[in-house]
């Protein structure tokens, strides 16, 4: 005789149970991946009200952002030269090379403005953002504050004359087209030039022409532990950086220092920028 | 010689009677071999013939004509330290410019024993005489020009560069030598390059 247990529903027991969760699982999860899309934003939640942030534009690095550059950087000269005039800083026989070097500058602007223009971009003819507040306002707070700014300001003036000189230069190696190239370095000599004449003019009776990379004997820096330049620095033209270093000592003993460069990619002038 | 015959509109393109000659195994690879020569000497003796350095023979033509300035910048130094011997400014200057003359010996496999014998001819006396640093100074000033209007001619942007960096320093001795002969102050002098490129 068969006796019915009592814990055993029929049709429901253990067994049927997991068969037809596992099947209300299977036929949900089958129904979901065939449902429609009804759209809607599905990007997580945010909080607060601040804007989302903004990706910069792609930079295409060429020939025209290398003399967008170029423009920026004779503008960032420019700015230098002429607040170190307004505060007078300089002598007068020492003004009268500036003044002929900002107007150097200007030229040297609306020449490659013209370079800019037949190669089909945009000129840039203002000063370079990245060069302004990295180096051209930290110099010239140190200077204006220095125990001896005219000192600084021919120090100043002869450690920016070399970097242009030099990123002329280094652009040249990477500029695509010949006539651009010399565009570029027709300007650099002229770079050189002022900045042999400075480094003549504020060190040659003391320190001499040639400099550690042709004589041996002249020293990088003098008994101040100021850089010395010189008109003749090496051998060939150089594209490095170039020490500077301006301002008042101060309660740790030190003077501002910094090292000019020439232009990568944080300081190029992209198609996308504008004065 | 096999007879080139028009295809006719409408008419088969195979012909009954084929008169080209049959080209067996051992010719075809004659005709090979002798096409891939020719191409190999045309490839070297050709306008567009490339160094080792990957230079064209255009660029190493410039940079040979470059090289022999620069020879001749050195020997026209050492004909004024004949003069100033022991001089440490025309010791540093010949020594710039033999430096100037192996890098592009460096840059092109070009072997630096060439001057330019008619600059050199040109310059010899003045370099000698009693003006020598003015002498010295419009050479410097020629050799920049040169190199800047050389940089506009040379497709190849490392050799371009190479010649920047010698057009710069020269650009230097320029001041310098201005400063020498006491016209430091004398913005013209030092700032603007009048001269006019030496004819390659």
Request: charged share 20%; aromatic share 6%.
């Amino acid at each position: 005789m068969n006796t019915p247990n009592p814990s055993q529903t029929p049709g429901f027991d253990r067994r049927t149970l997991l068969r037809r969760g596992g099947l209300t699982l299977g036929l949900g999860a089958f129904l979901s991946a065939c449902a429609a899309d009804f759209g809607g934003d599905t990007a997580p939640g945010r909080v607060g009200l601040v804007e989302s942030e903004t990706m910069l534009p792609e930079g295409v690095v060429n020939d025209v952002v290398y003399l967008r550059t170029m423009q920026s950087l004779e503008h960032s000269v420019v700015e230098l030269l002429t607040a170190l005039t307004a505060s007078g800083h300089f002598t007068a026989p020492q003004q009268s090379y500036i003044d002929r070097f900002i107007a150097d500058h200007v030229a040297a602007s609306d020449v490659i403005g013209g370079h800019i223009a037949e190669a089909g971009g945009e000129p840039f003819a203002c000063e370079n953002p990245w060069v302004r507040s990295r180096y051209v306002d930290p110099v010239l707070t140190a200077t204006h504050s220095s125990d001896d700014s005219n000192r600084d300001a021919r120090s100043a003036a002869h450690a920016f004359e070399t970097m242009l000189a030099h990123s002329y230069q280094h652009l040249v190696g990477l500029a695509a087209s010949p006539a651009i190239r010399q565009g570029l370095m027709a300007l650099g000599a002229s770079a050189s030039r002022r900045s042999a004449l400075l480094a003549a003019q504020s060190s040659g009776s003391e320190f001499g022409y040639f400099g550690p990379g042709i004589n041996a004997d002249a020293p990088e820096t003098d008994s101040a532990g100021f850089p010395v330049g010189y008109a003749l620095p090496a051998v060939f033209g150089q594209v490095g950086q170039i020490a500077l270093v301006v301002g008042a000592v101060d309660d740790e003993g030190a003077r501002y220092a910094t090292s000019l460069q020439t232009p990568a990619e944080n300081t190029f002038v992209y198609d996308y920028m504008s004065c | 010689m096999a007879q080139v015959r028009p295809h006719r509109k409408g008419s088969p393109v195979t012909s009954t009677r084929d008169d080209s000659p049959q080209l067996t195994e051992t010719d075809l690879r004659r005709k090979l071999l002798a096409g891939g020569t020719a191409a190999l000497a045309l490839t070297m003796v050709g306008n567009r013939r490339v160094s080792a350095a990957g230079l064209s023979s255009a660029d190493l033509d410039l940079l040979k004509f470059a090289q022999g300035l620069e020879l001749t910048l050195r020997d026209l130094y050492d004909e004024a330290l004949d003069v100033d011997k022991g001089s440490a400014a025309w010791t540093a200057m010949s020594d710039s410019h033999e430096s100037f003359a192996q890098a592009i010996a460096g840059l092109s496999g070009l072997s630096a024993n060439e001057r330019n014998e008619a600059v050199f001819a040109e310059y010899r006396d003045a370099m000698r005489g009693a003006d020598r640093a003015k002498t010295a100074y419009d050479l410097e000033s020629a050799a920049a020009a040169t190199h800047i209007d050389l940089i506009g001619k040379l497709s190849d942007s490392g050799a371009a560069e190479v010649i920047a960096s010698i057009a710069s320093a020269e650009s230097r001795h320029c001041v310098v030598l201005a400063d020498v002969l006491g016209s430091g102050n004398d913005l013209g002098m030092t700032l603007v390059n009048s001269a006019q490129p030496i004819e390659a």
